[in-house]
T-cell receptor, first 114, second 110 residues
Framework: DVKVTQSSRYLVKRTGEKVFLECVQD?????MFWYRQDPGLGLRLIYF???????EKGDIPEGYSVSREKKERFSLILESASTNQTSMYLC?????????????FGPGTRLTVL | QKEVEQDPGPLSVPEGAIVSLNCTYS??????FMWYRQYSRKGPELLMY????GNKEDGRFTAQVDKSSKYISLFIRDSQPSDSATYLC??????????FGSGTRLLVRP
């Protein structure tokens, strides 16, 4: 059974704090993704990674960075959290190969920035 | 214009009704389309996918793509309260990325 886990379900941080969100998958997937989900806007891609130490910007990378030092782990970093980064953050992973490639999602981290 | 447009709902139906969920897309470059279901406080899970035009059926669920009108549909027959969730349509691009619609919240009343 594929499992994508995220380090926290709920997180409350203050403006200006550095925030780390961690994601771990256990299926040896090459590709990993970070999304944020907001009402009326759906899921928007922040960053993704095709391999260890590789990263690509998604549609809304501003204010975020990522790190992928190991294949199973993909971290999202908010360098200086702001209130407009209050959102649900979802991590996903998928294998590389012939499409279609199902993305498997973690349960999400609901981040509140005060 | 967003690449994938979806009516956010909410859509409220009685148990046993046929549900129709719809999306439109604007980019025809790649032709895999997916439907994800997301229960409250959970991550999305893949429900079905289709390639290009045509129908695909899986139990009470049917996914349909109309390439000429760039329309994606999901039909749920004999809807159940357990079908209450947010349904997300998505288009896959050539690099395994998914472009999601905003999601439609469905409530099936007992």
């Amino acid at each position: 059974d594929v499992k994508v886990t995220q380090s926290s379900r709920y997180l409350v941080k203050r403006t200006g704090e550095k925030v780390f969100l961690e994601c771990v998958q256990d299926m040896d997937h090459e590709n990993m993704f970070w999304y944020r989900q907001d009402p009326g806007l759906g899921l928007r891609l922040i960053y993704f990674s095709y391999d260890v130490k590789m990263k690509e910007k998604g549609d809304i990378p501003e204010g975020y960075s990522v790190s992928r030092e190991k294949k199973e782990r993909f971290s999202l970093i908010l360098e200086s959290a702001s209130t407009n980064q209050t959102s649900m953050y979802l991590c996903a992973s998928t294998f590389s190969g012939r499409a279609p490639n199902e993305q498997f999602f973690g349960p999400g981290t609901r981040l509140t920035v005060l | 214009q967003k690449e994938v447009e979806q009516d956010p709902g909410p859509l409220s139906v009685p148990e046993g009704a046929i549900v129709s969920l719809n999306c439109t897309y604007s980019n025809s470059a790649f032709q895999y389309f997916m439907w994800y279901r997301q229960y409250s406080r959970k991550g999305p899970e893949l429900l079905m996918y289709t390639y290009s035009s045509g129908n695909k059926e899986d139990g009470r669920f049917t996914a349909q793509v109309d390439k000429s009108s760039k329309y994606i549909s999901l039909f749920i027959r004999d809807s159940q309260p357990s079908d209450s969730a947010t349904y997300l349509c998505a288009r896959m691009d050539s690099s395994y990325k998914l472009i999601f619609g905003s999601g439609t919240r469905l409530l099936v009343r007992p």
